[in-house]
């Protein structure tokens, strides 16, 4: 499976952006996809996942309410629209996926994107 993240840009705070994850290869075999960040000098963090053939959604208490993971399963496209974006959202964004795992953990993920990075400024 190879993940080719998009989107990123410098946005203002209360602005949004849409990520874009396509993915390509064995998609049958995914189970989960999800999306990670990373902020300088901090460990990557879950943001949000999505069961790949389901509509069960989990979301990190950071993002709930601002950003919506999707799917376009004819396109094999994740998206992440983020809303109301704040400084602290400010981040290298990378999508993830796995045939097994489901959670939180980015150890638990064999497949990523390359990582598209989010600037917010105040």
């Known amino acids: 499976v190879q993940l080719q993240a998009s989107g990123g840009g410098l946005v203002q705070a209360g602005g949004s952006l849409r990520l874009s994850c396509a993915a390509s290869?064995?998609?049958?075999?995914?189970?989960?996809v999800g999306w990670f960040r990373q902020a300088p000098g901090k460990e990557r963090e879950f943001v949000v996942r999505?069961?790949?053939?389901?509509?069960?959604?989990y979301y990190a208490d950071s993002v709930k309410g601002r950003f919506t993971i999707s799917r376009d399963n004819a396109k094999s496209t994740v998206y992440l629209e983020m809303n109301n974006l704040k400084p602290e959202d400010t981040a290298v964004y990378y999508c993830?996926?796995?045939?097994?795992?489901?959670?939180?953990?980015?150890?638990?993920?064999?497949?990523w994107g390359q990582g598209t990075l989010v600037t917010v400024s105040s």
């Open positions: 290869g064995r998609t049958f075999s995914i189970y989960t």
């Open positions: 999505l069961r790949w053939s389901g509509s069960k959604t």
């Open positions: 993830a996926a796995d045939g097994n795992y489901s959670g939180r953990d980015p150890d638990g993920y064999d497949y």
